[in-house]
């Protein structure tokens, strides 16, 4: 069971570091409607809280393709956390 944990964990992080790369650059469908409609600024700094890694990338690291695998594997890891904590909670 242990061996299915790290697999899966192995191609998550594959995923989050190295296949993210790949996404796309363009807006996704609610800002794209924004833009096109012109209302995209009024949503602009009135965010209910900071996100901790805006726009995907780790802030502070001036290589964007780093900066975004890293937040990938952050983002992994605290999701992994999260389901490890209400597993555990659960049982």
């Known amino acids: 069971m242990k061996k ?16 993210s790369l790949f996404a796309s650059p363009e807006p996704d469908g609610l800002e794209r409607v924004a ?15 900071a ?3 805006p726009d995907y990338m780790v802030q502070g690291i001036e290589n964007e393709a780093v900066a975004s695998s ?10 992994l956390g999260f389901v490890l904590w209400v597993g555990n909670s659960l049982k």
Not at 70 to 79: K, R, S
């Open 70 to 79: 890293l937040a990938g594997i952050f983002g992994t890891f605290l999701v």
């Open 51 to 53: 996100s901790p890694m």
């Open 4 to 19: 299915w944990w790290l697999i899966t964990l192995v191609v998550c992080l594959f995923i989050a570091a190295i296949l």
């Open 35 to 49: 833009e096109d409609h012109g209302f995209i600024e009024l949503g602009e700094g009135n965010e209910a809280f």
